[in-house]
Nanobody, 121 residues
Framework: QVQLVESGGGLVQPGGSLRLSCAAS????????MGWYRQAPGKQRELVAD???????NYADSVKGRFTISRDNAKNTVYLQMNSLNAEDTAVYYC???????????????WGQGTQITVSS
């Protein structure tokens, strides 16, 4: 039973910073890619950043240079450091992990519960 638990969301002023964490737990054989999506009201969910197990990263153009994704494989945890936040970053942020539960069984994506980020003065 795999569970992804997010933490670190909240209210921040424009120009401020927040750090999100997402820890996976349960009967996990192997975690491949991990990442973050976000969804604002009335908009589609969009990819913010993702990272392979080896550390290769990919960012949405809107966050490139401001956000940094990282992971700690020993802790099954992915992080998102968010700097220079602006109102357009306001959304619910969801982490995900592509996980194999056992050898040879394939993988599927698991999702965190979502955490609200509100950027406002």
């Amino acid at each position: 039973q795999v569970q992804l638990v997010e933490s670190g969301g909240g209210l921040v002023q424009p120009g401020g910073s927040l750090r999100l964490s997402c820890a996976a737990s349960g009967r996990i054989f192997y975690i491949y890619d991990m990442g973050w999506y976000r969804q604002a009201p009335g908009k589609q969910r969009e990819l913010v950043a993702d990272i392979t197990r080896g550390g290769s990263t990919n960012y949405a153009d809107s966050v490139k240079g401001r956000f940094t994704i990282s992971r700690d494989n020993a802790k099954n945890t992915v992080y998102l450091q968010m700097n220079s936040l602006n109102a357009e970053d306001t959304a619910v942020y969801y982490c995900y992990a592509n996980i194999a539960l056992e050898y040879g069984s394939g993988t599927r994506d698991y999702w965190g519960q979502g955490t609200q980020i509100t950027v406002s003065s």
